[in-house]
C-alpha cells in the first residue's frame, strides 16, 4: 500500500530564513505528487504538483520542491521564509492507477519574527 | 467563483441524534469525494465519488453514508453519531477521476464537527 511520510510535525523557522519541509513517499511506480498549504480556519489549497514533466516544480507564493527518485522524496522548500507562511502543509501521493489521493499526517510551520 | 461550498462550518451535536453536512460544488465536476481530518492522521478519505448514482467506500466509511443524486452534491450522513467522530470534515472535487489522480482536487473549507 501506498503511503507517505512527512518528518517533523512542527517545524519553527525564522521569518527570511530558508524552509524545508520533508515528505518521503512509498510507490512501485512513479507517482503524482501533490503538496497543499491550509492556512487556519481554511480549506487546502494547491501549492504545486509533479506530474513526471519535470523534477523540479515551482509552485505559488515562492515554493518549490524536487523529485528525487532513487530517495523517493519530494521535500518543499523556500529560500526565505515569510510571517504569512505560516500554516499547516500536506504531501500527498497518488498513482496513475488510483483515483484517490493519500496524505501525509501534515507539517505546521511556525515562522518567527 | 468556482468553488466547494461546505454546510454547516460548524456543528455541535449530541450522540445518536442523525445530521447531513451538505457539499455542493458550481464546476460540472464528476469526481467528488469526502475526507476527515485528525492531529496528527493528516486527512482520510471516507468516501468517494465518481459520478451521479456512482459511490464507493474510501478507507474509513463505518458509521457514514453519502449519496450522488445530483451531480453538484455531494452530502455526508451521519445516522448516529458518535464521540469518536469529532472531526473536521473536508469535502473534495475534480473534473474527472483522471484529474484527481493527475491535478489534485479543489476542497471546500471544512466542517468542523463535535459530537457530545
Known amino acids: 500500500a501506498q503511503s507517505v511520510t512527512q518528518l517533523g510535525s512542527h517545524v519553527s523557522v525564522s521569518e527570511g530564513a530558508l524552509v524545508l519541509l520533508r515528505c518521503n513517499y512509498s510507490s512501485s511506480v512513479p507517482p503524482y505528487l501533490f503538496w497543499y498549504v491550509q492556512y487556519p480556519n481554511q480549506g487546502l489549497q494547491l501549492l504545486l504538483k509533479?506530474?513526471?514533466?519535470?523534477?523540479l516544480v515551482k509552485g505559488i507564493n515562492g515554493f518549490e520542491a524536487e523529485f528525487k527518485k532513487s530517495e523517493t522524496s519530494f521535500h518543499l522548500t523556500k529560500p526565505s521564509a515569510h510571517m504569512s507562511d505560516a500554516a499547516e502543509y500536506f504531501c500527498?501521493?497518488?498513482?496513475?492507477?488510483?483515483?484517490?489521493?493519500?496524505f501525509g499526517s501534515g507539517t505546521r510551520l511556525l515562522v518567527r519574527p | 467563483e468556482a468553488q466547494v461550498t461546505q454546510n454547516p462550518r460548524y456543528l455541535i451535536t449530541v450522540t445518536g441524534k442523525k445530521l447531513t453536512v451538505t457539499c455542493s460544488q458550481n464546476m460540472n465536476h464528476e469526481y467528488m469525494s469526502w475526507y476527515r481530518q485528525d492531529p496528527g492522521l493528516g486527512l482520510r478519505q471516507i468516501y468517494y465519488?465518481?459520478?451521479?448514482?456512482?459511490?464507493d467506500k474510501g478507507d474509513v466509511p463505518e458509521g457514514y453514508k453519502v449519496s450522488r443524486k445530483e451531480k453538484r452534491n455531494f452530502p455526508l450522513i451521519l445516522e448516529s453519531p458518535s464521540p469518536n467522530q469529532t472531526s473536521l470534515y473536508f469535502c473534495?472535487?475534480?473534473?474527472?477521476?483522471?484529474?484527481?489522480?493527475?491535478?489534485?482536487?479543489?476542497f471546500g473549507s471544512g466542517t468542523r464537527l463535535t459530537v457530545v
Open positions: 500527498a501521493v497518488s498513482e496513475a492507477s488510483s483515483y484517490k489521493l493519500i
Open positions: 509533479y506530474t513526471s514533466a519535470a523534477t
Open positions: 473534495a472535487s475534480s473534473l474527472t477521476v483522471q484529474g484527481a489522480t493527475n491535478y489534485g482536487y479543489t
Open positions: 465519488s465518481m459520478n451521479v448514482e456512482v459511490t
